[in-house]
């Protein structure tokens, strides 16, 4: 049994931050990335971001430059700093960790946090 919980969205108005943090509990193989997605309205779920347990990170076109993404595999914690925000960035956000074993992956996804950029 695993569960991510998510905590630190919110409202915020454009130009403001907000910092996302996402952990894990239960019983987790090796982790081999953690990341975040993200859905708006009328729209697929996209990469936000992501970073393999050797620390390679990776970011979505539309949020580089804006965000970071940082993870603790010791405490099984994934966190994105967004900065500079944009009404664009309104969406539910999605923690996702994979983990498991090299011949199979486990994908482990949070129940979603609010991300509202508005005045």
């Known amino acids: 049994q695993v569960q991510l919980v998510e905590s630190g969205g919110g409202l915020v108005q454009p130009g403001g931050s907000l910092r996302l943090s996402c952990a894990a509990s239960g019983s987790i193989f090796t982790i081999k990335s953690m990341g975040w997605y993200r859905q708006a309205p009328g729209k697929e779920r996209e990469l936000v971001a992501d970073?393999?347990?050797?620390?390679?990170?990776n970011y979505g076109d539309s949020v580089k430059g804006r965000f970071t993404i940082s993870g603790d595999n010791a405490k099984n914690t994934v966190y994105l700093q967004m900065n500079s925000l944009k009404p664009e960035d309104t969406a539910v956000y999605y923690c996702n960790i994979r983990a498991g074993p090299r011949w199979f992956t486990d994908d482990y996804w949070g129940q979603g946090t609010q991300v509202t950029v508005s005045s």
């Open positions: 970073v393999t347990s050797g620390g390679i990170t």
